[in-house]
């Protein structure tokens, strides 16, 4: 076994614990978060899942049982969840600077100049500082690489008696668990792999790491043969510590309501064209070209259904949001048409780029240069200015005034205030 010590820690029901931090009425009581247009559950309390509220289930499906047992029910606030994840991850790096942010609510930690004889008290008393300093509770996997952490991890979830800890670098916590794990726990194994798998006869994870790699690349690729070598201590994935530069960016949203008119679906994309920019100004990168797409719902089944979606070039990559949002409403002039009677209620839209490159390392036009002179010192004026002043703040007015209603602007008709960021909306304490 390796002497590397990988730890996975993540926060259980990330999205309700922050809700929770919040509010202490919630502990022990059933709690969920919605996704996006409060369209389904995305997070769930132990409580919840106890009342058989799946992942994913639609709200209109599980509203009357939510209502009939209590169960707490949060819109998704985003920019809570992501300064509590900012703030975890600060406490991650008292205990080592070598972090990889895996996603909002998992990270990865290099343990490995810890004596092993110590590395379960270290992980207790991160755990412990995680929860004293931001309120979130998690659980933590070690392990020899990054497949065993993530193992781990999913044994300290579903053990009580480990007490949130599971360290697979132990020889005998590794023997014992192994064989008593199904193989469909192995990060990396999806449907298609685990069918692939019990034709073989792998029941456990055991049994999947005393496999012959060779074969096991011929049916799930080279994919499997290195879930072979991370099961058995040799690790194949380095930790990430330098993000990866984003190759692609996307920007879409479900409408809150359906939309009919051209003009509407226009503000939309200019909306989202708007938030693109922000995205790519913030790592430096350009776009020569913007994808646009909007479609219907197959939900409404009473009506004409349509799904298009165009490709605008560009004459030189760029990050300027004027730009952007001359492009997709281009999109939406190319693919737009007359609408049918019953019309076409179009649910969603979006914009999309792929093969970003650094703006500064990309080749200029000859014909149809872009003035970016000009489009610098604007980009970073609005950046600045909606810094300070809030999101939105200043944007194009094709894309929206914040005050104006927008029809097709995503739900939140639950969502918790966002106590860390917005000094409007932290709660007021009168003395009496």
């Known amino acids: 076994m390796s002497d590397r010590a990988i730890t996975l820690i993540d926060g259980n029901s990330f999205y309700c614990s922050c809700e929770r931090v ?83 609510d998992e990270s990865f930690l290099d343990l490995s100049d810890i004596r092993e004889r110590d590395r379960v ?46 360290d697979l670098t132990n020889p005998r916590a590794y023997d014992h668990w192994l064989c008593r794990i199904a193989v469909e726990e192995v990060w990396g194994i999806g449907r298609a792999s685990l069918a692939k798998l019990e034709a073989m006869g792998v029941d456990t994870v055991a049994d999947l790491r005393d496999l012959d790699p060779r074969p096991v690349r011929k049916a799930l690729s080279v994919v499997g043969e290195r879930i072979i070598h991370e099961l058995r201590g040799l690790s194949c994935l380095p930790l990430e510590l330098v993000p990866a530069r984003r190759k692609g960016c996307a920007v879409t949203r479900s409408f809150s309501g359906r939309v009919t008119e051209r003009a509407m679906l226009e503000q939309a994309v200019a909306a989202h064209a708007t938030r693109l920019g922000e995205k790519l100004r913030r790592e430096g990168l350009g776009t020569n070209h913007v994808s646009v797409f909007y479609h219907t719902s197959t939900h409404d089944r009473d009506g004409p259904q349509r799904s298009v979606s165009t490709t605008v070039s560009l004459p030189e990559a760029t990050n300027d949001t004027l730009v952007l949002i001359a492009a997709a409403r281009a999109g939406v002039a190319r693919t737009w048409r007359a609408q049918p009677d019953p019309p076409w209620r179009y649910s969603k839209a979006g914009v999309v780029t792929v093969d970003l490159l650094p703006l500064a390392q990309t080749p200029r036009a000859l014909i149809g240069q872009l003035d970016r002179a000009r489009s610098g010192p604007l980009m970073a004026a609005m950046d600045a200015c909606n810094l300070r002043w809030g999101r939105a703040s200043v944007v194009p007015g094709t894309a929206g005034l914040a005050s104006s209603p927008k029809d ?25």
């Open 408 to 432: 097709w602007s995503t739900k939140f008709e639950m969502r918790s205030p966002r106590y860390t960021t917005q000094l409007t909306e932290l709660p007021t304490a009168w003395a009496f």
């Open 121 to 166: 008290e270290i992980a207790r008393d991160l755990r412990a500082t995680v929860r004293a300093w931001t309120g979130i509770p998690t659980c933590v996997g070690i392990g020899p690489t990054k497949t065993l952490a993530k193992l781990a991890n999913h044994i300290a979830k579903k053990v009580p008696e480990l007490d949130g800890v599971c």
């Open 22 to 104: 919040f509010d202490p009425k919630l502990a022990g009581v059933p709690v969920i978060v919605l996704s996006n247009n409060d369209g389904c559950a995305i997070a769930r309390t132990s409580e919840a899942k106890a009342l058989g509220i799946k992942m994913g289930a639609p709200w209109f499906q599980i509203r009357d049982l939510c209502r009939s047992e209590g169960v707490r029910v949060f819109s998704s606030n985003y920019t809570l969840y992501g300064d509590m994840s900012a703030r975890t991850n600060a406490v991650y790096r008292d205990f080592t600077p070598r972090v990889e942010i895996y996603s909002i």
